[in-house]
């Protein structure tokens, strides 16, 4: 059963593995931080095993799906998540929980690869733009759903109960796998594993290709920064419940749907490069604002819409910088995914520690991180990307 339907829904949800993992129990950090007795850096922690998991997953799922197709890949990730996901529910050590966090980001990551690839293998030009777009809108629903799903949880339960529920999720994406048809050829697959792998070096020297990955490693690690922090910026420094801040961060998920919405409309008519250029350059702009608002203190009703303006371009610029830079990459395409999704991850999940350095009670290093991503991403964009579309920017 491979209907458009279904491909974007199973893609969305497979492209959502990240957001699934990491949005849901936020609302509960601050009650896992009591319940472990760790300090804020050892919680935020627990994020970035995932997202490092998550990181080194996709450079192997991209060349494996490239080789053995994407069906079956898919499926050990999605029992490997299921299985991290139960382990995580029931634990009452830390560094256990730790480990399986990373093996929860490491299975789930091949459900973010692979779905990308699977994009590429049934859509190119001005389509691929288009299903990357609805995509990116389907993915959208998680960062909505997944927070305020967590903290209805909360009402009921523990923070237990949201891995039992991320158990639930991956037992229906193996059901989904087993109904998925493949759509990568046998005679459109590399011959050896070591193809994909050796694909690493040949798209890292493509100046153009690697831009991508910056402009992905940093906008991404801004917005990881923010995942980090903006808990305890909401629950700690502005006193909400966290029913009232899985509210806030749904909200802000509405506007990365709705805004998603904008290149499938947009493909063809405005330039993937000037919708990737605008979807930059705007939250850099708004995170200069976000950070003096942390300095100065600002009250919440100037926060949250700083905020808002700050991450919902990311669905556009993740749309419009896959898009391009996939359409670069032919029989590898595996192979890139796998390198935008690592840099994609990385420095995200290296900054999160780093957001609570300065303990639970101030959000400065989370706006710092947010404003030198922001500008990192933008110069990457002007010296390795704009130039290959010199003409088309005029």
Known sequence: ??????????????????????????????????????????????????????????????????????????????????????VCAVCTNIYVFLVFRFIMGLSGAFGIVISRAIARDVCEGPELMRFMAILMMVNGLAPIAAPVLGGQILLFTSWHGIFFVLTAVGIIQIMATMAYKETLKKTDRVRRFSH????????????????????????????????????????????VTPQQYSYIFGGIGVGLMLVGALPARLAGTVREVVMLKYSILIPLIASFFLLAGIIVKAPIWYTIPVLFVTIVPLSVMGAASVSLALSRCGENAGSGSALIGFFSMILGGVMMPVVGIAGDQTALPMGIIMVVCYVLAVIMFYTRIAPAHAKEMK
């Open 196 to 239: 994909g792998f050796r694909a690493f070096g040949t798209l890292v020297k493509n100046r153009y290709f690697f831009g991508h990955c910056l402009v992905q490693c940093f906008v991404f690690g801004a917005f990881f920064s923010y995942i980090a922090g903006s808990s305890f910026l909401f629950q700690n420094i502005y006193h």
């Open 1 to 86: 059963m491979n209907s458009l339907t279904f491909l974007t829904i199973f893609l969305g949800v497979m492209s959502a593995m990240a957001p699934l993992s990491t949005d849901m129990y936020l609302p509960s950090l601050p009650e896992l931080s009591s319940y472990f007795s760790i300090s804020t850096s050892m919680t935020q922690m627990t994020l970035t095993m995932t997202m490092i998991g998550m990181a080194l997953g996709q450079i192997f799922g991209g060349p494996v799906s490239d080789r053995m197709g994407r069906k079956v890949p898919l499926f050990i990730g999605m029992g490997g998540f299921t299985i991290a996901s139960a």
